[in-house]
C-alpha cells in the first residue's frame, strides 16, 4: 500500500519482541529491524504430508529502502543471493531503492497495483478532504483493493511475474532469496499465500500468514495516519485504513477470480502461471523437509 509515500516518518522500531512470533498453533519467524516491519521468513509452516516448510530460504517483507545499516547488517546475515522487488517505478521513485548488502541487487519485477500508487499520492498532496472522501470513502477503496486483488489472476503480465519468482524459488541452484513490495502485504502476500498452498501447507495456515501482516504493521500504520492528520494533509486519515489493512475478502476476490478462472488452484499454479509438474515437484523437494 503506498500511503507511506505521504509521510516522511521512518518506520516504526521493530518489536522488541524478538525473532519468533505467535500465531496459532504455529510460529511466524520476523526478522526484526528498524527500517521495515514486515519482514519474515516463510519457513515453519507444517504440510499436509506431515512434512515442514525449511526456514532460512524464502523471505518476505516490505520494501526495504529505508534500511538503516545495522538493518543491512542484519539482513547480510540472511545470505540472500537474491532480491525481488514487485514495486512499479513510481512506487521506486517516491520511495527510493532497495538498500542491500555489498554485492546484492534488487531484480526488478513490477506488478501492477491499477494505479492506486499515483491516486493515492495525488489524493493525499491535494490535502482536499472532499476530493479524498469522493476517492476513498463509502466502501470505494475496499472496492478498489478486491480489483487489484483479481489482477492477481486475471493480468497475463502479473502472472507472469509471480510465476518468474516461484519457479526461480524451484530452482535447487538458487540460494536464499527474498521478495517484496511496498507494503509487504498484498503482492507479496498473494504470493506467499500461492507458494504455500503450492507447498501443501493448509489453506487455513496460508490464511494465517497473510493475515499476519495487521499484526506487524499495525502501529507504523497508525504512526502514519497520525502524522497525515498532525500535518493537516488528511482531515479523516481513518480513510486509508481499507487499504493499509489486509482482508479476508480481499484474499477471497483472488481465490474465486482463481476459481472461476481456472477451477481450482492447481489449475491456476498449472495453466495460470505455467507452472508444470516438474517445477512443483522441486520445489517441493528444496522446501519441504
Request: aromatic share 8%.
Amino acid at each position: 500500500m503506498p500511503a507511506a509515500s505521504a509521510t516522511a516518518a521512518d518506520p516504526a522500531p521493530a518489536s522488541s519482541a524478538g525473532f519468533h512470533h505467535p500465531w496459532g498453533a504455529e510460529t511466524i519467524r520476523q526478522i526484526p529491524l528498524q527500517g521495515a516491519v514486515n519482514v519474515r521468513d516463510i519457513g515453519g509452516y507444517r504440510t499436509y504430508t506431515g512434512g515442514q516448510v525449511r526456514q532460512g530460504l524464502v523471505y518476505r517483507s516490505d520494501a526495504l529502502s529505508k534500511l538503516t545499516p545495522a538493518d543491512v547488517t542484519a539482513v547480510s546475515g540472511l545470505g540472500l543471493t537474491k532480491v525481488v522487488d514487485f514495486r512499479i517505478p513510481m512506487e521506486l521513485q517516491y520511495e527510493g531503492a532497495d538498500k542491500l548488502p555489498p554485492g546484492l541487487s534488487p531484480t526488478s519485477r513490477p506488478v501492477s497495483d491499477l494505479g492506486l500508487y499515483g491516486t493515492l499520492v495525488g489524493a493525499i498532496s491535494s490535502g482536499d478532504p472532499v476530493k479524498q472522501e469522493q476517492m476513498l470513502g463509502g466502501g470505494r477503496a475496499e472496492a478498489y483493493m478486491r480489483d487489484i486483488y483479481r489482477t492477481f489472476v486475471t493480468s497475463p503480465e502479473n502472472r507472469a511475474q509471480f510465476a518468474a519468482t516461484l519457479r526461480e524459488i524451484a530452482d535447487g541452484g538458487q540460494g536464499p532469496l527474498l521478495y517484496h513490495c511496498t507494503s509487504g502485504k498484498d503482492r507479496t502476500g498473494w504470493v506467499s499465500y500461492v507458494l504455500l498452498r503450492a507447498l501443501a501447507v493448509p489453506e487455513s495456515s496460508a490464511e494465517r500468514d497473510y493475515l499476519a501482516s495487521n499484526t506487524f504493521r499495525a502501529a507504523y500504520d497508525a504512526q502514519l495516519r497520525a502524522g497525515l492528520k498532525q500535518s493537516g494533509r488528511m482531515q479523516n486519515p481513518d480513510l486509508l485504513i481499507p487499504l493499509q489493512e489486509v482482508r479476508q475478502d480481499y484474499l477471497a476476490s483472488a481465490t474465486a477470480r482463481l476459481e472461476a478462472d481456472y477451477g481450482s488452484f492447481y489449475g491456476y499454479l498449472t495453466d495460470g502461471l505455467g507452472l508444470d509438474l516438474r517445477t512443483l515437484a522441486r520445489l517441493q523437494k528444496k522446501m519441504v523437509r
